[in-house]
């Protein structure tokens, strides 16, 4: 869960987005919600050189997104999601969060509200 307002840290893990072992990559993935089904392209940047581990940080904003300011816009109750698709395979992996005001507390610690 994600509060309005707040931020996203993406994380994305790919040995293959490693297209240069000498020099620190990026990756693109496509950040959306259901306030901006359009979205943001994001640029992730390698953390080391041939880590095949990449990251980046998106703002949320209840107003319009934003591209060069990496803000996608994302509501009280929006589901953000992230979109990768694999340079070498074509392959598309998703990943996917709520945005909620308030927190939703875990009674029983399985990590579902």
């Known amino acids: 869960m994600l509060p309005p307002g707040g931020s996203a840290a993406l994380t994305l893990e790919d040995s293959l987005a490693d297209l240069d072992h000498g020099l620190v990559d990026e ?7 259901s306030s901006d089904p359009v979205g943001i392209a994001v640029s992730l ?9 990449f990251e980046a940080e ?7 997104s934003s591209d060069p300011d990496d803000l996608v816009q994302a509501t ?12 070498s395979t074509g392959e598309v992996w998703t990943a996917s969060a709520l945005v909620l005001a308030e ?5 029983d610690g399985d990590g579902v509200p």
């Open 76 to 87: 009280d109750g929006a589901a953000l999601h992230a979109r990768y698709e694999r340079p």
């Open 27 to 33: 990756a693109a993935v496509r950040v959306l919600s």
């Open 103 to 107: 927190e939703v507390a875990d009674g």
């Open 58 to 64: 998106v703002g949320l904003t209840e107003g319009a």
């Open 45 to 53: 940047v390698e953390t080391g050189v041939a880590s095949g581990v």
